[in-house]
């Protein structure tokens, strides 16, 4: 091999390590996102050519490897402790007095730092290089996240070497999160997808750092901002303060806001400042974390049995605002559920400026005893779409009128209908176009029939010009029909009708899915596709026969029945064998009632050895048996892992039998 190549790689590497650090931990990138493209794709290629020369810290491993099958536990080297909370001026004036009172009244110094609203992870690196990153789990155990860690670009995957020395064991603790900007982008294709969005950055964060693919992980942009440490040997600073410096210079990303203050009252006005300023960042903070600063004066203060006694956590209320509701409308969902949404006076709060929020129901406008024109309180702590808590009665205008749920669908004009004891309203129309939108949406996402290029927009396009009324018309459309419509060509034109085409080999659960039959979610439609093996199978089985399959109860079985026996059902399930859509799947060779959990109810708590939740949620369900969240005295047994926690006592509490991984794979026959 000649040396010019083993030269370029290592230029490449330099070169691109050089740009994350200057575009994630000094935010101040020096060539364009196409160059960098370049850059990254030019040493992709040379690695493939050359894979001797791939090494652990090449940023090529940023882009996401195989997927793993499981997240293992991991032991902290120094447990990751909880802190204490306060809300106001005097408890943190309190905490000031505790400390200098263990101290023996020296002088305290205190650094004080954003609490970023996100996942707690440490970062161990052994000898300058990323060895192991995990998740903050209960503390003293958490989860091996490292292929996740490493496509999180603002994470260096070796330390800088600023010409200080780097111990040879370095454990950075830190938050990972999401910015307001990524949060929304990811949330709309989560959306677009059919799942549920997700309430806030923090939950989505931490939902994605427990991903099994880190190719999904690479595509939400992660961020990292270190703020402490764990095992360090040897430490080679006195302080906190000078440990931030140190981080610095191994290329670690630090909170902008970070001060270090000499007294109580320079920490109280440094409090007060930022809680003006955090409005204005691009990620979401709830408060502040205030920090003794010399490491000697925290090893004398020591912990609790859950906090260190050096630290606290002054947490800001949550951020409201008023504003003036303009108007209410009512969007109607896919199946034909209307959801109000208030249209405000723009008011900026949580730092984006809101114009929509939230109603919930009927019965929810009701409570408020909401009527136009009046002034609302808005409240945001990182939700999807803001909601309104209350209403200011005394500036209501005069002549207000209330708000009243609608009679008609407002897409269609159908008549609508409440659902017996539900705050739920409904358009009843199938035809309604917007639910037309909204079921193709659904139909045509990831966990169903998996067509991602036809997003929300092409679907309206084809909706309203009439090139689409059901979802067998999908299987219709030629090349021509998409050429007409906005912003479409060639090329985008004919990679739709290759995903048409390959979403005909999906399975029947995931066309069960997608048909969006109420209370027919993914998880059920595996029972169904299962249990019947076709559609003909399901359409032809009766409310008793549906509802004696394990998960299936009266309420979906009803639900089930009454769409294959319905005109619009049947006509769907006519529409789709007509383009060729009737896929089969093969049925357990024994009857549900001679599988080896048929009947049975099971609750899995802590981390298995062999399985991740999901693959042995999947197995209970193949042999018969219902996986369930909660421990009752329903419950037939309970299989616990390592760290398994309250299940368990629950489970002890109520005399539950509990099985280890291997007794339970004993049970069902696949003992090793």
């Not at 007409?484 to 005909?504: C, F, P, V, Y």
Request: hydrophobic share 35%.
């Amino acid at each position: 091999m000649s040396q010019s190549v083993q030269r370029r790689i290592r230029e490449l590497r330099e070169q691109i390590e050089r740009h994350n650090y200057l575009y994630y931990v000094q935010a101040r990138p020096v060539i364009s996102d196409r160059e960098y493209d370049r850059l990254m794709s030019e040493l992709i290629e040379l690695e493939r050519r050359h894979p001797e020369l791939v090494t652990p810290d090449s940023p090529t491993r940023r882009v996401g490897g195989e997927p793993v099958d499981e997240l293992k536990p991991v032991r902290h080297a120094v447990p990751m402790m909880s802190i204490d909370n306060t809300y106001s001026e005097g408890e943190v004036r309190a905490f000031d007095e505790r400390v200098r009172r263990g101290l023996g009244g020296e002088k305290v110094a205190y650094v004080l730092e954003p609490k970023i609203d996100g996942a707690s992870v440490s970062l161990r690196y052994e000898n300058g290089l990323l060895v192991l990153a995990a998740t903050r789990g209960r503390g003293s155990v958490g989860d091996d996240i490292t292929a996740n860690a490493r496509t999180i670009r603002s994470i260096p995957l070796r330390l800088h070497d600023d010409g200080r020395p780097i111990p040879p064991v370095v454990e950075v603790r830190g938050e990972v999160y999401m910015d307001n900007e990524d949060f929304q982008r990811v949330n709309k294709e989560i959306v677009a997808e059919g799942e549920e969005p997700y309430a806030n950055p923090r939950n989505l964060t931490a939902g994605t750092l427990r991903r099994l693919d880190p190719k999904i992980v690479a595509r939400r942009r992660l961020r990292f901002l270190a703020h402490g440490l764990g095992q360090v040997e040897p430490l080679p600073v006195r302080t906190y303060w000078e440990w931030l410096d140190l981080l610095r210079g191994w290329g670690l990303p630090l909170p902008g806001d970070v001060v270090r203050v000499e007294n109580i009252d320079e920490a109280i006005r440094v409090i007060n400042e930022f809680q003006a300023k955090r409005r204005t960042l691009p990620y979401m903070t709830d408060g502040m974390v205030m920090k003794v600063d010399s490491f000697e004066q925290r090893d004398r203060l020591g912990t609790t049995s859950k906090a260190p006694r050096w630290i606290i956590a002054y947490k800001y209320e949550t951020e409201q605002q008023p504003t003036r509701l303009l108007n209410v409308r009512w969007q109607v969902g896919k199946g034909g559920n209307l959801t109000p949404v208030a249209d405000l006076e723009p008011v900026f709060i949580g730092g984006v400026t809101v114009t929509h929020a939230t109603l919930h129901n009927i019965d929810q406008i009701r409570r408020l005893d909401l009527q136009y024109g009046d002034t609302v309180i808005i409240e945001r702590a990182g939700e999807v779409i803001p909601y309104v808590v209350a209403v200011v009665e005394e500036k209501r205008p005069q002549g207000a009128r209330p708000v009243e749920a609608p009679d008609r669908c407002p897409c269609c004009n159908a008549p609508v209908e409440r659902e017996k004891d539900t705050p739920y309203i409904r358009c009843v129309n199938p035809a309604c176009p917007d639910q037309l939108k909204e079921r193709l949406r659904w139909f045509c996402g990831r966990g169903q029939m998996d067509i991602e290029d036809l997003g929300e927009k092409l679907i309206d396009q084809l909706v309203d010009r009439g090139l689409v009324k059901t979802y067998a018309d999908l299987y219709r459309l030629k090349m021509d029909q998409l050429l007409e419509l906005q912003r479409m060509g060639e090329k985008s034109a004919r990679n739709i009708l290759d995903e048409l085409e390959g979403s005909r080999k999906q399975g029947l659960d995931r066309l069960l899915a997608g048909l969006g039959i109420r209370h027919v979610g993914n998880r059920v439609a595996y029972v169904l596709a299962s249990s019947f093996g076709s559609l003909d199978a399901i359409a032809n089985a009766s409310r008793d026969e549906l509802s004696c399959v394990n998960e299936i109860g009266p309420t979906i079985a009803g639900s089930v029945y009454d769409f294959f026996h319905s005109e619009a059902g049947i006509e769907i399930i006519r529409q789709l064998k007509a383009v060729g859509i009737d896929p089969r799947m093969e049925r357990p060779a024994a009857s549900p009632a001679q599988l080896p959990l048929a009947g049975q109810t099971i609750v899995v708590t802590g981390t298995l050895a062999r399985f991740d939740r999901k693959q042995v949620e999947d197995l209970i369900t193949r042999l018969g048996g219902k996986a369930s969240g909660s421990v009752s005295r329903k419950t037939s047994f309970v299989v616990a892992g390592e760290s398994a926690g309250s299940k368990l006592d629950k489970a002890r509490e109520l005399g539950v039998p509990v099985l280890t991984e291997d007794e339970f794979l004993a049970r069902i026959g696949q003992a090793s």
